[in-house]
Nanobody
């Protein structure tokens, strides 16, 4: 059983919205920092957004700032990524990941757990 399970991906048109979910465990929800990453074909995995475990604030990559919103629902042990005004450059497999200790949230090497990913395709 995976500690992180993403869902909500799909194929949409430019300008549409999608909401991704990342279901996890109570331990991860309580003690780990969770980040959304994405990986487009032929490109490196990049950080998209993170919720800081210390204070619950969020940070976003410049490419999604103002369009994506990350949130968490602790009772339901789920983290969300609301993606608005999608464009073809957002096409990628989206992953959620969890880390116990982080120095650089958008660095992939520091994460302890990864989900299997969910495909998002934006195309007209």
């Amino acid at each position: 059983q995976s500690e992180l399970v993403e869902s909500g991906g799909g194929m949409v048109q430019p300008g549409d919205s999608l909401k991704l979910s990342c279901s996890t465990t109570r331990t991860i929800m309580t003690y780990y920092q969770i980040t959304w990453f994405r990986q487009a074909p032929g490109k490196e995995r990049e950080g998209v957004s993170t919720i800081h475990k210390a204070n619950g604030t969020t940070d976003y990559a410049d490419s999604v700032k103002g369009r994506f919103i990350m949130s968490s629902d602790k009772p339901n042990k789920t983290v969300y990524l609301q993606m608005n005004n999608l464009n073809p450059e957002d096409t990628a497999v989206y992953y959620c990941a969890a880390a116990w200790v982080l120095t650089s949230p958008f660095s992939t090497g520091e994460y302890d757990y990864w989900g299997q990913g969910t495909q998002v395709t934006v195309s007209s």
